[in-house]
């Protein structure tokens, strides 16, 4: 991953939304995990971490936040009317505690591996929490070295146990591209096709949302 055009592709976002009249938030980058931390972490959890994950926070940034919103007057096209702020965040020290709620909501809420619903909760590892109380995950089940993010929901939404990309890299990168519009599915699924698409950085949507914006990434 070039870790340059990364961070430029941030750069450029809030740039924009700034010209617009948005609000940026302080960008946080920290700095990059150590092996031992990481292997602690692991030993924590009880689990390896995902490659493509493992590999960002050892070379890039242990705990990494950026967020943006656009002005409530600003007109937007009605495919992105959803779309208002973006996020993106992560943080190797979050991982017990989004874990422990992860484990709180399939006890209380999601036991049943037989339920179609329940079980999309079951064999992940939550690394990010949304704002709506949803939570972006890696997919465990199959046990590959590196595991594809999902969605999970708690709620019903439209994006429960959606595959948004292949592994971790591949996620910031394609999200990158789309000024980071999510966490919550509502304001991805426009640039979706299926529930096994992933986020399509170079679909027709997202092309249609980068001229709306202006956006150069």
Known sequence: MNY????????????RVEQLGGEVGEVTIAEPASSDEVLQMEKRLGISLPKSYKRVLLEYAGEFSFYWSLPDEMERPHEFREIFS????????????????????INVVFPDVNDPYDVIWHDKLAFCEVDNGDYLAFDLSDGADDAPVVYLSHDDGDGHGYRLANNFIELIEHASRLGFVG?????????????????LADGE?????????????
């Open 183 to 199: 966490c919550e599915d509502f304001r991805w699924l426009p640039f979706t096709t299926s529930s096994t698409s992933g986020i």
């Open 205 to 217: 949507a997202a092309i249609r949302f980068r001229r709306w914006l202006e956006l150069e990434v």
């Open 4 to 15: 340059v055009s990364f961070e430029n592709r941030v750069h450029s976002i809030a740039s």
């Open 86 to 105: 973006g996020t993106v965040q992560w943080s190797l020290t979050s991982l017990p505690r989004l874990e422990e709620e992860r484990k709180e909501w």
